[in-house]
């Protein structure tokens, strides 16, 4: 372990962050990238499945300057002096980062993201083929279209809400964001599960986007209540995520016994047999995009096909959004469903 210099406290910035969902932009500024240094923090954390201790530690902007400095191939040293933050703060902020592992590396001269990061420059190359992706999904979804009008005619819980919201909830929640995050995990060979964060029990996906760069991300929240988990979708922060399940019963759907057995049954099937083989026809393309990223470098192909599945799935949500076929919500859509424990 470093020595870390004792005349200073130790830095550590909270920022209380609820459960809520985390959005990047997909636009590119040119004049912004020009006007930005090799290594600054103007970047937007993303992480997957949610967890607000990872994006509690990249609000600070030491946070993000020192992912980038990495990223950009600076060791140690050349990154204290450069950025003029103080010696006991870097220290402090790389040793809860490697701990964690947030960087990865042998030695203060070999030190990397422990997570993609991805440069302005670098992403309009990606595009075409989120776009193709997705409306590959749209397509897919689309020809089992009677399927998802049969579960929601089926779903006791959802008779009082309207109808394109529950199929927002469906196709999001339920299929997108859901039964085909397992079905990768299950299937291994494109994203296996997450990493495991050392000293903590979360496993989860992450990635840096610079400035307002990269494709909306809409990230599903779960908090667990009891035997229920409750969800949150959609384009704003949720205040209070831990609420009592016969409270959000009265403006949200719960769905128990066979409404949560449907649901999960027709997700998993739906993933497994017609979603997860049009993403996997993708492999080879993906394998040759993932490599053009500076990322390529030292991070996983896994970790890039996390970003790039769940941008593509995104943006398949907004073009059923767009033919009228799901409507997206104001501020969040909330729904409980019983686990399966």
């Known amino acids: 372990m470093r ?10 910035t909270v920022v209380p962050i609820g459960v809520f969902v985390f959005l990047i932009s997909f636009t590119v500024g040119v004049n912004a990238q020009d006007e930005r240094p090799d290594v600054h923090a103007d ?10 201790e990872a994006v509690e530690r990249f609000a600070p902007e030491p946070a993000r300057l020192l992912i980038s400095a990495f990223h ?18 870097v220290l402090t902020l790389l ?19 422990g ?12 595009a075409p083929l989120i776009g193709e992706t997705a409306a590959g999904f749209v397509r897919t979804i689309e020809s089992q279209w009677s399927g998802f009008e049969e579960l929601v005619s089926s779903l006791e819980a959802g008779q009082n809400f309207p109808r394109e919201e529950m199929l927002y909830r469906v196709v999001a929640g339920g299929l997108l964001f859901g039964g085909m995050i397992d079905a990768l995990f299950d299937d291994k060979t494109l994203m ?20 307002d760069a990269g494709p909306p991300q809409l990230i599903l929240q779960s908090a667990p209540v009891g035997r229920y988990n409750v969800f949150s979708i959609g384009p704003v922060p949720v205040d209070e995520p831990r609420v009592e399940i016969g409270e959000l019963g009265r403006t949200a759907p719960v769905f128990e016994y066979d409404d949560a057995r449907g649901w999960r049954v027709f997700a998993s099937v739906t993933a497994r047999d017609h979603l997860l083989p049009y993403f996997k026809s993708q492999r080879s393309s993906l394998l040759e995009l993932g490599s053009r990223f500076d990322a390529a470098g030292y991070t996983s192909f896994g970790e ?3 970003w790039f599945y769940l941008t593509s799935a995104t943006e398949a949500v907004n073009m059923l959004v767009e033919s009228g076929r799901i409507k997206a919500p104001e501020t969040s859509y909330r729904y409980a469903i019983l686990t399966d424990r």
């Not at 020595?3 to 550590?12: G, H, V, W």
């Not at 970047?43 to 607000?52: A, D």
Request: proline residues 11%; without cysteine; charged residues 35%.
């Open 72 to 89: 950009k191939g600076w060791n140690l040293d050349k990154h204290i002096k450069e950025s003029g933050n103080p010696e006991v703060e």
């Open 3 to 12: 020595a870390i210099p004792l005349q200073l406290k130790p830095f550590r």
């Open 192 to 211: 296996p599960a997450p990493p495991r964060r050392a000293g903590r029990r979360e496993a989860y996906y992450a990635w840096m986007t610079e400035g």
């Open 43 to 52: 970047f937007k954390y993303g992480v997957f499945p949610y967890s607000s």
């Open 115 to 126: 997570f993609p990061v991805y440069r302005e420059d670098e992403l309009p190359e990606s």
């Open 304 to 306: 890039f096909v996390a």
């Open 95 to 113: 040793q809860e980062f490697e701990d964690d592992r947030l960087v990865r590396g042998r030695n203060d001269y070999d030190l990397r993201p």
